[in-house]
Each structure stands twice: as C-alpha cells, then as structure tokens.
C-alpha cells in the first residue's frame, strides 16, 4: 500500500511537472510567433509608407497624358456630329442642332483646356491627397464624352429621318436624355476635378473665394442641364441641345470673366506694381 502510494504521488508530481513544461513551451513558442508576425507586420507597414512616400509623380508627363485622352474624347463627340446621314433636304431643326453640338463641343474644349487663370494649380501639383482624387476623377470625365457624340448622332439621325408629323422609330427620347445627362455628369466632373486645384497665394489674397466661384459655377451649368432634361422631355430635341449650348457659354462666359480677374491681379503683382 505505501509502494502504490508512493508510485501514485510520483506519477501525478511528474504528469503536473509534464504540463507545466508543456504549458510554459506552448506559451514561449506563442509569444515568440506573435512578436514575430508583429515585427513582421510593422516592418512591412514601415516600408510600404516609406515607399508611399518617396513616389515622385511626373506632373507634366501626367497633365500631358489626361490633354491627350481629353483631346480624343472630344475628337470622339466630334466624330459623332459629323458621322450622320445627311439627306439633301435638311430640315431646320436638324441644321440648327448640328450647329449647336458643334458649339457644345468648342465649348467643352474651352472648359477643359483654356478657363484656367493665371498662377492656377491643378490638385496633383499639391499633395498626395489631391493627387489621388484628382488623378481618380479625371478618368470619370473620359466617360461621358463618348457617350455623348454617340447620341447627338442618333438624334440628327433621327431629325433627319423624321417624318412631317414628327413621329420617329421611339429612340430619340433615349438618347435624349443619354446626351443631356451625359453633358451634366461631365460638367459634375469637371467641378470636382477643378475644386481640387488651388489659386495662386496673390489671387486668394486679393480676390477671396474666387476659385470656389468658378466651381460653383459648373455645379449650376451641371444641375441646370440636369433639369433641363427632365422641363425638355416633351419638346424637340432641338431645344434639347440648344439649351445645354447656351448653358455651358453662359458658365464659359462666366469663368472667363472671374478667371480675366485674377488674371489682373498677377499681372500686378503681390505688391500692386507691374
């Protein structure tokens, strides 16, 4: 009886001396796997910020690459006015909206190429942040610019083909609304892209809320043809087009003025001399 229960106590003093060892190993061996993802983790987050970091973005090679793009889209919506069927006999209405997409585009070149006042920069010139959105949201304008060409084609097509009581095969209300949304979406983008940028220090200076103007200017061409393609939906298509024509030369003329201001402003200088 003593031998049993000597064996007994020694066997349980060696299972409790088993498990401690077993449970102080597991434990090491998890601390040690844990510091080691953690180390792991920290140090690829540390290089992947230092990366981030130093990335030097070619502004040029960039602003030259989205004039490009931009250059073909509109080449693209002129294609589209230019591309219809045009019969011998051409109504007045179709005339007069084949004028006025060719407007629509002259305007839409003047917008993304030409309304940007002296010493103005575009939000990938500034800062990492600015760079990602403004980078990001020039693509968006690549969209509707096809998109548009594509339905003012189907729409003198459709002018054009009509019959005198003015019934068509059911597709220009479509795509009525595909080129008026189209327009506001680009305009929309456009505010955006814009709001990102920043006036010259002089300009901010001397003319407080001037770049905001600007942008809210083509927020109001944007919400305006928005509209206008819901008040249109039962008129010619004609009055369709020729609305957003005389929407985007009004925010045009609009810009040009602010943008003829800051101008101004530079060309006298931060301390008002020549």
């Not at 066997?11 to 090491?28: C, P, S």
């Amino acid at each position: 009886a003593t031998g049993a229960a000597t064996d007994a106590a020694a066997d349980a003093a060696a299972d409790v001396a088993t498990g401690a060892a077993t449970d102080a190993a597991a434990d090491a061996a998890a601390d040690v796997a844990t510091g080691a993802a953690t180390d792991v983790a920290t140090g690829a987050a540390t290089d992947v910020a230092t990366d981030a970091a130093s990335i030097m973005v070619d502004v040029e090679h960039i602003s030259e690459r989205y004039s490009l793009l931009s250059l073909i889209m509109l080449g693209e919506v002129v294609l589209g006015c230019c591309s219809w069927d045009m019969p011998i006999s051409l109504p007045w209405q179709v005339a007069v909206m084949f004028i006025a997409a060719l407007a629509i585009v002259f305007l839409m070149y003047l917008i993304t190429f030409t309304l940007y006042p002296s010493g103005f920069k575009q939000g990938f010139e500034l800062n990492s942040s600015r760079q990602a959105w403004c980078s990001s949201l020039h693509f968006f304008s690549f969209v509707p610019l096809p998109a548009v060409g594509a339905s003012i084609k189907v729409l003198l097509n459709d002018g054009a083909s009509s019959t005198d009581d003015g019934s068509d095969d059911g597709s220009a209300e479509y795509h009525r609304q595909l080129f008026t949304w189209s327009i506001a979406l680009w305009l929309l983008n456009s505010a955006a892209s814009y709001a990102f940028g920043q006036d010259h220090p002089t300009v901010q200076k001397a003319l407080p809320g001037s770049h905001q103007a600007r942008v809210v200017v083509r927020l109001a061409a944007a919400v305006v043809v928005a509209c206008g393609a819901w008040a249109l939906h039962e008129a010619e298509c004609v009055w369709t087009v020729l609305t957003c024509a005389a929407v985007l030369l009004v925010a045009v003329v609009v810009e040009s003025h602010l943008g003829g201001m800051a101008d101004a402003v530079m060309a006298k200088g931060p301390r008002g001399g020549p």
